[in-house]
């Protein structure tokens, strides 16, 4: 009878805590999808790499279940306040603490229970979708096969299993520590708190500014120790922030009476300030949530940006081999290639010195991080450069005989296209006669020049000193796995002999389009997916509690909005002042947040090799993708509480 | 200043009619303090949120400064009711995010007052009710009659031309109620507000000028207290409710 009882009481509160329970589902499902990933045999295949794919997904998970964990004991905690007097009446019929103690838990167990069994279900789905992008990241082909995985069902149940312990166990306590009347009084509790003005709070608002400025400049320096200390002033600046911040707004409207009194300026910023005086500890955790969920994304963004450049910058061709050793030929290499790999074009070249370093000098003024590694600029001769434009099926090209081509990487090209000077060599004056800009294999040091090369005239060179030799190749399968290392090998053994004669390097380069590719994918499953494995579980859990903790009001909105209107507000204002509500609430704990990101994401976007970041624009629109990421997972639980919220607040 | 002419209402369905107002006429004049008595169910708060355009009657009609209230559309009902009326209630019913003088302020600012007078307005009115000391305090910590003090003004700051009290002193102590109810009595006289107050309470009608008294709907009585010493209207207030029976002769 009194479990039925407890069922239809908890099937009336649906609508506030449906938004919950969808997270809770989501949330299985996330963790079922991902660990799927890791026991998954097909997956372990792909590459030898990816056994170390658990180092990575299990500590996300097990964040992961801390945060879910914190979200249900935080919601428990709710649902108790919520509740708090049809428990207290069961106590007083003469239940004992504990047994309505296993009342509440078992309700909640149940939704957990269900929210797993339907989260693993979806989770299949998610899987389906992280293996498909898996398998084009190596260039698989995907076919649908609906798997069922027993060991990441149990995985999934194992940490199900300790987030409900976490949240059973600390809310268990609170209700065996309540007397009758705190629950049938609890909500009388919170009114103490409403509101304390104090001159601390308003000193607390300007510390915790300051330290948010000075956690962001030692952000910037990007020194390991500075940024763990900066961290710690970001997370002080939050707390502070949010918690002092409620004092911070009246003060601000009281000195400004002409903003304070107009439009509906009054009924926003109080009824902001006042649900910050009671959740400025939540606002400000959650606040630390979206400034770690950015970053996330943004990190995420970021790797996969340099994952997929790195697979266009490092190399064009199938196999390149490149050495600093002129003199010696790359007969080992060879005879290793004509036995192990199939290959249908060759091309073996050099890369010159020449007279001065007039274009390094131009692309220094112009790329701020460039890493010159050659003294002079690098040359090429026009006929090698026509038969490897053939041989990567570039279109063919034209050069005066009198003439010189730029061939660099993508992010130079407008900074050399604007380059008009003559090239003089050895007393000869070249005009330019275009820039290129296809992948070159130009990113290393090695390979074709270091970001840009010059193309000759053949005559040109002739006298001038070769400073490496590389062999190109294109084949007919892709050169991985053993058959990769086995020419690593011999890399090594050859380097034992060579003459150090520039004491900066002392081995080849060897590189393959097909292993770049394969490490890049790996990394791409080692790094992506885990920052936004959390970043979703991150966003969900933080918008759940925001949503939670407004719906968890609609009778007080609802009182307020009823007077509003007895005292003849108009409707549309009414309506704004909501929206307004709404937006200002919800916006609250992202501001500080994007501010952080955009900082963060500049200082990383430094840290990258040049042209890793081709432009500003490309760090804004990784930027701006991060945010838009960001905002259509929390847009949508905005939009569910703002259509429940105003249906059940505004009078008809 | 209001006219209520033959005003209806009724509840319920096709098969089970409430009559809760009964073909009810009465006049109020300008600067008129009104009080309006009778039992639960007799249908003065029903009358009163007739009146205030919070409901809607079911026949009649009902006149304030000349303008027919239940011809007003649905949408300008909001605009009439910030502009023309203020409003005491018996809960007081302050926003409590909001401070004392910000309370009172709403009144103002829902009505697009220009919000470099609303500080001046304000104070002048909390002057008027004695609520300087407590303006920035917020309603949960104030006394109750500092509340319902707070809600007079709220009534009166924009210059209402009717004040609808519903059982003001409701939830007052006997000190604060006549404290309360010598304040309005202050403003129906000194500042010339029309009062309409509906109470279940002698002692606080005897405050009025007129008191009404409704019985099932109708208009039962009426009494006038001009020229008497409240002692003397109280009494007499109290003959009639005991010859109106119900709960109301319990009070006595």
């Known amino acids: 009878m009194l479990s039925k009882l407890s069922f239809r009481n908890a099937k009336r509160q649906a609508r506030d805590y449906l938004v919950y329970f969808i997270t809770i589902t989501l949330s299985a499902a996330l963790i079922y999808a991902f660990n799927g990933l890791v026991v998954s045999p097909e997956i372990k295949r792909l590459s030898k790499l990816l056994v170390n794919l658990p180092l990575v997904i299990v500590p996300a998970s097990v964040v992961v279940v801390f945060i879910i964990g914190w979200l249900i004991y935080y919601t428990m905690r709710f649902m108790l306040v919520r509740r708090s007097r049809e428990l207290g009446t069961y106590i007083l019929l003469g239940l004992e603490n504990r047994q309505v103690a296993r009342l509440f838990f078992m309700e909640n167990l149940t939704i957990g229970c269900v929210a797993l069994l339907i989260g693993i279900a979806l989770g299949n789905l998610i899987f389906q979708y992280l293996r498909a992008i898996l398998l084009w990241l190596f260039h698989i082909p995907y076919n649908f096969s609906l798997s069922f995985s027993l060991k990441a069902v149990g995985l999934t149940l194992i940490y199900f299993v300790v987030i409900y312990l976490f949240a059973l166990v600390s809310g268990r306590k609170r209700i065996r520590r309540m007397k009758i009347y705190d629950l049938l009084y609890v909500e009388r509790q919170n009114e103490d708190e409403a509101v304390k003005k104090s001159r601390n709070r308003r000193r607390m608002f300007t510390m915790s500014i300051i330290c948010g400025i000075i956690g962001t400049l030692l952000l910037i320096t990007r020194h390991l120790l500075l940024c763990l200390l900066g961290t710690v002033f970001i997370i002080l600046f939050l707390y502070g922030f949010f918690i002092s911040f409620s004092s911070g707004v009246p003060a601000f409207f009281d000195k400004r009476p002409l903003k304070k009194y107009a439009n509906n300026n009054l009924l926003v910023f109080r009824s902001l300030a006042s649900k910050l005086t009671t959740m400025g500890v939540t606002m400000a955790t959650i606040a630390l949530l979206f400034t770690a969920t950015l970053i996330s994304v943004g990190l995420g963004l970021l790797f996969s940006n340099l994952f997929q450049r790195n697979e266009v910058m490092f190399t064009c061709y199938d196999l390149f081999i490149g050495s600093s050793d002129v003199a010696s030929g790359f007969d080992e290499y060879k005879e290793y290639i004509s036995s192990h790999i199939s290959v249908h074009n060759e091309y073996e070249y050099y890369i010159y010195e020449g007279d001065d370093d007039s274009v390094m000098g131009y692309v220094e003024s112009k790329v701020e991080d460039y890493y010159r590694y050659y003294q002079k600029d690098t040359l090429m001769r026009m006929s090698d450069y026509l038969a490897l434009r053939k041989m990567l099926g570039y279109p063919e090209v034209q050069m005066a005989p009198d003439g010189y081509i730029i061939h660099c990487m993508d992010y130079l090209e407008n900074a050399m296209v604007k380059y008009n000077e003559p090239l003089i060599i050895r007393g000869y004056v070249l005009k330019p006669c275009g820039v290129y800009a296809e992948s070159f294999t130009q990113a290393l040091w090695d390979g074709n020049g270091r970001h840009f090369i010059l193309v000759v005239p053949d005559k040109i060179v002739e006298e001038n000193m070769a400073v490496s030799k590389i062999y190109a190749a294109m084949t007919n399968e892709p050169v991985m796995g053993d058959v990769f290392d086995g020419l690593q090998e011999i890399r090594v053994n050859r380097s034992d002999d060579s003459e150090f004669w520039t004491g900066v390097y002392s081995y080849d380069t060897i590189l393959a389009s097909a292993a770049i590719r394969d490490e890049n994918a790996t990394m791409y499953a080692m790094f992506v997916f885990p920052l936004f494995y959390l970043a979703l579980v991150l966003t969900m859990a933080a918008a759940t509690i925001l949503t939670i903790q407004l719906l968890s009001d609609v009778n007080r909105y609802k009182k307020q909005y009823s007077l509003l209107n007895d005292l003849g507000m108009d409707k549309n204002d009414m309506r704004r002042a909501l929206r307004h509500q709404f937006v200002l609430f919800y916006a609250m704990p992202t501001l500080p947040p994007m501010f952080i990101c955009i900082v963060f994401m500049f200082a990383m976007g430094d840290a990258f090799d040049a042209g890793v970041i081709m432009s500003q624009m490309h760090l804004w629109s990784i930027i701006g993708t991060t945010f838009a990421i960001f905002f259509a997972i929390y847009l949508i639980y905005i939009a569910a509480s703002y259509t429940s919220f105003r249906r059940n607040v505004l009078p008809d | ?252």
């Open chain 2, 1 to 252: 200043m209001l006219k209520v002419d033959r005003v209806e209402k009724y509840y319920g369905n096709r098969n089970n009619v409430v009559k809760a107002l009964d073909c009810i006429s009465f006049d109020v004049a300008d600067s008129e303090f009104i009080a309006i008595m009778g039992a639960s169910g007799s249908g003065k708060t029903t009358l009163l949120n007739c009146i205030s355009t919070i409901d809607t009657v079911s026949g009649g009609n009902i006149l304030l400064n000349g303008e027919n209230v239940t011809d007003i559309d649905e949408r300008d009902l909001a605009r009439f009711r910030r502009e023309r009326l203020g409003f005491v209630f018996q809960e007081f019913n302050l926003l409590d995010t909001l401070t004392i003088e910000e309370n009172i302020s709403i009144a103002l600012t829902i009505n697009h007052a220009d919000p470099s007078l609303v500080k001046e307005r304000v104070h002048k009115a909390a002057v008027q009710l004695g609520l300087e000391d407590v303006l920035r305090k917020f309603p949960y910590q104030v006394s109750g009659g500092q509340k319902q003090r707070a809600a007079c003004a709220r009534a009166i700051v924009n210059n209402q031309s009717l004040i609808l009290a519903d059982e003001p002193t409701g939830a007052l102590d006997s000190k604060a109620s006549k404290n309360l109810l010598e304040i309005m009595s202050n403003m129906n006289k000194e500042m010339g507000a029309t009062i309409l107050m509906v109470t279940h309470d002698a002692y606080c009608a005897s405050y009025a000028s007129r008191v009404l008294f409704l019985k099932d709907g109708r208009l039962f009585n009426e009494l006038l207290g001009a020229g008497k010493q409240r002692p003397v209207f109280y009494h007499e207030i109290l003959d009639v409710l005991a010859l109106l029976g119900g709960d109301v002769s319990d009070v006595i």
